[in-house]
């Protein structure tokens, strides 16, 4: 992804206090993936 852009999604997340910024679309199945694995077991990572 491009730095400039990467720029404008880091400070839009500050603004809105948002904590997460998922970059590449790919993120968010992996983010899913995590968490109900976290709420299976209550372990960070598998």
Same mark, same amino acid.
């Given at each position: %992804?491009?730095? *400039? *852009?990467?720029? @404008?999604?880091?400070?839009? =997340? /500050?603004?809105? *206090? @948002? ?7 790919? %993120?968010?199945? /992996? ?5 109900? =694995?976290?709420?299976?077991?209550? @372990?960070?990572? @598998?």
């Amino acid at each position: %992804m491009n730095p *400039d *852009d990467v720029g @404008r999604l880091v400070l839009d =997340a /500050i603004q809105h *206090d @948002r904590f997460w910024v998922l970059t590449h679309p790919e %993120m968010g199945t /992996i983010v899913e993936h995590q968490v109900k =694995a976290m709420l299976e077991d209550q @372990r960070l990572t @598998r």
